[in-house]
Each structure stands twice: as C-alpha cells, then as structure tokens.
C-alpha cells in the first residue's frame, strides 16, 4: 500500500539557519505530495503542495520539489525563525479514484532555537 | 469561512467507559474524515465518509468504535468501551471530494485512564 517516510526527529536548529526535512513516498502511479503543519495545540493546516512531478510548492518561504525519479518531496527553507517551531506531516494522496484517501507520516518535529 | 468545528476539546474517561466526538465540517465539503493521533505518531485514518455514506473504515476497530453521519453533514464518533491504548488526539478533516487538501479541526484529546 502507499506510505510516506520521514526523517525522524526532533530537529533542533538556531534562528536563521537552514532546514531540510526529507520525506519519501511509495506508491503506485503519480500520487498528489502535500506538506502539512501542526503548531502546539492546534490541528494540522496545509504548509505547501505539489501534484505532479517537478512541480514546487511553496509557502512562507518553505519549498518542496515532486521528485518522481527518487520518490522525494524534501521540504527546505532557507532562514527558520522561532515561529516555525512546529510538527511538519508529509503526506500522499493517490490519483487514481474519486475519493481521496491521504496517508500521512509520522512528522519531524521542528525546534528553532533564538 | 468558518473551520472545522469539533467537540470537546478535551476529555478523560476511565477504561470500559463509553465516549463520543462531534465534529461539524467547512459547509460545502462532501467528504469527510475522523483520523487517530497518537502521541508521536502521524494521524492515522479511522473512517472517511463521502456525504453520509462510508467510503473507507478499513482501520476502524468496529468492535468498539462507531461514526455516523446523518444528512451528510456532522459526524459523530464513539468509543464504547475504552481501552488504555485509545488515548490520543481525535481529529476531523473536511474536504471537497475531488481534492486531496484536507481541512482540519483542533481536535479532541482523550485520555483514558
């Protein structure tokens, strides 16, 4: 079946400085690829996302490339702030079907420090 | 327009008691899930409902845990009788059926003592 695999956290950074959370997928066809982040205390919310292959999502100064040659979908941002501090979900949604069916990972969580 | 709503925002029930989630969808959106969250862990899709009709419960464990959703629009799902392991955050996500961008709600934390 489809998954999502994360880079396990915590992930502990200073102001500034530069953030890559790597996400790999598995599944059949070419599957839509979202980011999503959950800040202490609330749901999760929509960070970026990208429906087919090559195509960059970006948000708030984080971004993400579809990469169908090495199933990636890497989220980066160049200058974290302490702001970002949060749990950050990849997460998969096949094409195939009229219901959308999405499988999350088990999130990195995110800690920036001033 | 206005987020998904769900209710209580908290709750503690000792095991074997029963328990129940409302959620209330963005208006307009067909489809709708009710995902586990244990601590640590990715949510974890427990039912997914198009309208009032379930499309996927293959990871509802239908022995003790029930959803409906009458008219297609709130939701309700019960836990009867709780286990230790049911402690997690319980959350509600809305969607247009063809779209893969979920909306979701706060959330409900049980714990089960």
């Known amino acids: 079946g489809d998954s999502v695999t994360q880079m396990e956290g915590p992930v502990t950074l200073s102001e500034e400085a530069f953030l890559t959370i790597n996400c790999t997928y598995t599944?059949?066809?070419?599957?839509?690829l979202f980011w999503y982040v959950q800040y202490p205390g609330e749901g999760l919310q929509l960070l970026l996302k990208?429906?087919?292959?090559?195509d960059k999502g970006s948000n708030k100064g984080f971004e993400a490339t579809y990469r169908k040659e090495t199933t990636s979908f890497h989220l980066e941002k160049g200058s974290v702030q302490v702001s970002d501090s949060a749990v950050y979900f990849c997460?998969?949604?096949?094409?195939?079907?009229?219901?959308?069916?999405?499988?999350f990972g088990t999130g990195t969580k995110l800690q920036v420090i001033p | 327009e206005a987020g998904v709503a769900q209710s209580p925002r908290y709750k503690i029930i000792e095991k074997r008691q029963s328990v129940a989630f409302w959620c209330n969808p963005i208006?307009?959106?067909?489809?709708l899930y009710w995902y586990q969250q244990i601590l640590g862990q990715g949510p974890k899709l427990l039912i997914q409902?198009?309208?009032?009709?379930?499309?996927?419960d293959s990871q509802l464990p239908k022995d003790r845990f029930s959803a409906e959703r009458l008219k297609g629009v709130d939701s309700t799902l019960k836990i009867q009788p709780a286990k230790l392991e049911d402690s997690a955050v319980y959350l509600c996500?809305?969607?247009?059926?063809?779209?893969?961008?979920?909306?979701f709600g706060n959330g409900t934390r049980l714990t089960v003592t």
């Open positions: 996500a809305s969607s247009y059926p063809d779209r893969g961008t979920l909306h």
């Open positions: 599944a059949t066809g070419y599957p839509s």
């Open positions: 990208a429906t087919k292959a090559d």
């Open positions: 997460a998969l949604s096949p094409r195939s079907g009229g219901y959308q069916k999405v499988t």
């Open positions: 208006s307009g959106h067909a489809t």
């Open positions: 409902f198009q309208n009032n009709g379930v499309v996927d």
